[in-house]
């Protein structure tokens, strides 16, 4: 049996998983992002790879493969460039710092894809060639796959469906824009769509899905509302590459029951009819805690 490691790099925590070559997850660790927020990027790195040498050893097992998914990842340059939501800004070599330090193949990409990777190896897009893969949290990351390989572009960065414009001259985006999908369509998204109808004490996406469910009309408007901007630009998204399926994964998609009705009808209305009921609407198949690190060390396996 061959090992492969899958590292997942958030904005608050990193999780490095050992992984089996049929994508069970053998054990992880967690490294907390605040405790290097003030060190060069290197020593996170150093920890990392701490880490992973500690799973190696404690299972006894080689490591075939490093995968990496990340904030702004760049899979041609193995960099993190510029990524908003961490401590470290700028462009920094971490592929490249991991291989020479772990003397391993070591392959890095968005986090997105690297979900869109994970999903299309061991998830519900296995017999998939063409869809799109939609993560929903603190941000909206994609990944589009056509003829079964992620679709790139000429720098590393293409398909950022999260900062294409749902409503011009809209709402702040991280990104420096305005009206970007993902100011509408994330945690953030939804709280601020939410408060626009009811000031009251909510902080979570959760705590709105519950009073949905109890059919509070203010929390009920806002998944149709969340499922009306995604459709639409979905719909746009449809031309691009005509997609099998689009599939949502994140702690928002857990609640598609609320936002899926309205997405599906608006998708409909607004795609062209060469695609029209030809995509299916789908969760994802991989478990919300383990498709991140499997879809990273995916990447190498």
């Known amino acids: 049996m061959k090992y492969y490691i899958g590292i997942d790099i958030g904005g608050t925590s990193t999780t490095v998983g050992l992984v089996s070559e049929e994508g069970v997850i053998k054990d992880r660790s967690i490294i907390l992002i ?15 790879a701490e880490e992973i040498k500690k799973l190696s050893e404690k299972h006894d097992h080689s490591i075939e493969g490093i995968g990496i998914g990340a904030p702004n990842g760049n899979f041609y340059r193995g960099t993190i460039e510029y990524a908003p939501n961490m401590p470290w800004k700028d462009v920094h070599k971490v592929a490249a710092y991991l291989e020479d330090k772990m003397n391993c193949q070591t392959v890095l990409t968005n986090d997105a894809n690297a979900a869109a990777i994970g999903e299309k190896q061991f998830g519900v897009a296995k017999d998939l060639n063409d869809f799109i893969l939609i993560t929903l949290g603190t941000g909206l990351g994609s990944g589009i796959v056509s003829g079964g390989n992620v679709i790139y572009g000429h720098d590393g960065f293409a398909g950022e469906l999260g900062h294409s414009i749902v409503v011009p001259g809209g709402r702040d985006c991280t990104c420096g824009r305005k009206g970007c999908l993902e100011a509408y369509v994330s945690i953030r998204g939804l709280l601020e769509t ?17 009073k949905a469910v ?20 979905l719909a746009d998204a449809a031309t691009y590459t005509s997609p099998e399926a689009i599939i949502f994964f994140g702690g928002i998609a857990q609640a598609s029951d609320l936002f899926f009705p309205s997405l599906k009808q608006t998708l409909e209305a607004n795609v062209h009819n060469l695609y029209r009921n030809k995509i299916r609407i789908m969760k994802s198949g991989l478990p919300l805690n383990d498709a991140a690190i499997l879809g990273s060390a995916a990447l190498v396996i």
Do not use: N
């Open 34 to 48: 605040k405790g290097f927020a003030s060190e060069p990027i290197e020593t996170f790195l150093d920890a990392i």
């Open 194 to 210: 939410y408060h626009a109808y009811d000031v009251g004490k909510v902080t979570t996406p959760q705590e709105i899905a519950i």
């Open 214 to 233: 109890a059919r509070d009309q203010f929390a009920i408007e806002t998944f149709e509302k969340t499922g009306e901007w995604l459709g639409l630009k």
